[in-house]
C-alpha cells in the first residue's frame, strides 16, 4: 500500500498536514493533519509497504506493545481508506 | 509585435503584462510603472486561449474570466517569491493591517465597511476587498493592495505591515479568541490562494505559512453587524 504520491506532507507551526496537489487536488480540496503516529505512518507509505511491514517499523520506533502498534495502525487506515488517500 | 505590453508593480515585484484587455488595464492602471529592464514577473495573456477555457462558464464575462484567471496566475508566481494571496478582506488602521477572512458570505466585506464608517475612510483603508497578497521583506510580513480584489475592485496600492488576521463566524454576540496553531494553520490552509498543480509552490505557500504563524497572531471572531464588533477587534488588537 502506497499513499497518494500527490499529497505534501509538511511540519506547519508544530502541526504535521497533508495537502493534495495534482490531481488529487480535484478529487479533494481540503487537508488532512496528522498527529505525530499518524505523521510516522503516512511518511512509511511513501514507499509501498504492507501492515506487516508497518507494524514493525512502528514497533521499532516506538516503545508500545503489538496490540497497541496494531490499534493505532488500523485507526489509521480506516481514516486513510475512508478520505481515498491510497493509490 | 507586442500587444498592449505594460509593466506593473505589484507586492514590490515588477510585471510585464501583454495581452491584458481594456477593463483588466484599467483596473491594473493605478499599479503601473515605467520601467526598463526585466521583469521578476511575465505574465502573456493568450485571448484565444483564454476565451476557450472561459466557455466552461457562461455565467461569467470575458472580462471576468480574464480578472479571475490573471489573478489566480499573479498569486501562483507569487509563491517563488515569498509571498502568497489570503482569501480575506484587509483593512489598514493606524499603521497596520487588519485581514478579515472566513469562506465566502460570512461578512467580510461587511465587516471592512463598518470599519471605514466608524473610523472614516481616511483614517480606514481598504487595501484589497478580496484576497491581498501577503509578502515578507526585511522580516515583516507586508500585505500589498493588488489590482485583483474580487467583485467589488476595492484595492489601493499600499504596502502596510500586517498586524492581525482575524477569521469571522456570525453570531449573535461579539467575541474575539487568538487560535491555537493548530486551528489556526487549517483555517489559513483553506483560504489561502492554493497552487493546486505545482507541489513545489505548495511547499512554498507552506513555509510562509510556518512563517506568519511564528511572527502574527490569529484571531476568531464570533461577531454580529454592528460597532461594537469593530470596537471589540479594535480594543484586542491596538490596545
Redesign the interface.
Known amino acids: 500500500m502506497k499513499i497518494k504520491s500527490?499529497y505534501?506532507i509538511?511540519?506547519?507551526?508544530?502541526?504535521c498536514?497533508a495537502?493534495?496537489?495534482?490531481k488529487a487536488?480535484?478529487d479533494f480540496s481540503?487537508?488532512i493533519?496528522l498527529n505525530s503516529t499518524g505523521a510516522f505512518l503516512w511518511k512509511q507509505l511513501a514507499e509501498d509497504k504492507s501492515e506487516q511491514e508497518l507494524l514493525s517499523a512502528m514497533l521499532e520506533e516506538y516503545e508500545t506493545d503489538e496490540a497497541t502498534a496494531k490499534a493505532d495502525i488500523s485507526e489509521f487506515f480506516n481514516k486513510i481508506k475512508a478520505a481515498d488517500l491510497l493509490e | 509585435m507586442k500587444i498592449n505590453l505594460n509593466h506593473y508593480k505589484i507586492a514590490d515585484l515588477t510585471i510585464a503584462m501583454e495581452g491584458a484587455g481594456e477593463t483588466l488595464q484599467r483596473l491594473m492602471k493605478p499599479y503601473g510603472v515605467d520601467t526598463k529592464g526585466k521583469a521578476d514577473i511575465t505574465m502573456s495573456i493568450d485571448r484565444e486561449k483564454m476565451n476557450k477555457t472561459g466557455e466552461e462558464y457562461p455565467h461569467l464575462s470575458s472580462d471576468e474570466w480574464e480578472y479571475i484567471q490573471t489573478g489566480y496566475a499573479f498569486a501562483c508566481k507569487l509563491l517563488d517569491f515569498g509571498g502568497f494571496c489570503l482569501h480575506s478582506s484587509a483593512v489598514a488602521l493606524d499603521g497596520r493591517a487588519v485581514l478579515f477572512s472566513g469562506p465566502c458570505g460570512t461578512g467580510k466585506s461587511t465587516h471592512t465597511n463598518l470599519w471605514q464608517q466608524y473610523f472614516g475612510p481616511d483614517r480606514a483603508v481598504i487595501i484589497n476587498d478580496d484576497r491581498p497578497a501577503l509578502r515578507m521583506a526585511k522580516n515583516i510580513f507586508y500585505t500589498y493592495g493588488t489590482p485583483w480584489s474580487g467583485k467589488s475592485t476595492l484595492n489601493t496600492n499600499v504596502r502596510v505591515p500586517l498586524g492581525a488576521v482575524i477569521f469571522l463566524k456570525q453570531a449573535k454576540e461579539n467575541h474575539i479568541r487568538r487560535l491555537d496553531n493548530k486551528e489556526a494553520v487549517q483555517m489559513l490552509i483553506y483560504q489561502s490562494q492554493r497552487p493546486s498543480s505545482y507541489r513545489n509552490r505548495m511547499n512554498s505557500l507552506l513555509t510562509l505559512i510556518d512563517g506568519l504563524l511564528h511572527k502574527i497572531p490569529v484571531y476568531q471572531m464570533d461577531c454580529n453587524i454592528s460597532f461594537d464588533a469593530v470596537k471589540t477587534v479594535y480594543n484586542e488588537i491596538y490596545q
Open positions: 500527490d505534501v509538511r511540519e506547519v507551526a508544530g502541526t498536514v495537502v493534495p496537489t495534482g487536488s480535484i481540503g487537508m493533519s
